[in-house]
């Protein structure tokens, strides 16, 4: 079931920052510009066994790419170097690499959910979906930023 959302409900945005030419605080309304993929996902629950659920939304790389990921174009490898933190309204965050979503690398087709099981996320916010996990331990609920870090220093 969709709910509607009405101008005195409150609404769920996410930051898009780090190392883009366009930062931009984003809803689940602004994520249904983006081509809109779905997903039939199984992860395994340590608490409650294996989940089944439908998820609509954006890949993630589509929605970083138009963010103007800040690569260096001298450099043929140079968006391998980065990273994307994501985090959660209830502090949950995870780590992944450019390379993973990457159409040239992993290519996973990771989401940022708009719905789940055809109910919209906009009071909850976009949902991070690895359909590719076995596990759900990298699904984020209610993400609340995404930053796109190239600049992070090596430590030898």
């Known amino acids: 079931m969709s709910q509607s ?16 030419a366009r930062p931009a605080r984003l809803t689940v309304v602004d994520l249904l510009a983006w081509p809109q993929h779905r997903a039939l996902v199984s992860f ?45 309204a209830d502090g949950h965050r ?7 979503i990457d159409p040239d690398f992993g290519r996973a087709p990771v989401l940022l959910a708009v719905s789940i099981d055809s109910t919209a996320l906009d009071r909850a916010g976009p949902q991070l979906v690895l359909p590719q ?14 930053r796109l870090d190239g600049g992070y220093s090596w430590r030898t």
Not at 135 to 144: E, K, M, Q, V, Y
């Open 5 to 20: 959302v009405t101008a005195a409900d409150p609404v769920a945005e996410l930051a898009l920052t780090g190392d883009i």
């Open 44 to 88: 395994e629950c340590a608490s409650s066994g294996t989940r089944r659920h439908r998820f609509t939304g954006p890949l993630l790389h589509d929605v970083l790419s138009d963010a103007g990921p800040g690569f260096d174009p001298a450099r043929r490898k140079d968006r391998l170097r980065f990273l994307i933190a994501l985090s959660g």
């Open 94 to 100: 995870v780590v992944l690499s450019w390379a993973e």
């Open 133 to 146: 996990d076995r596990c759900g331990a990298r699904h984020i609920s209610g993400i609340n930023a995404i």
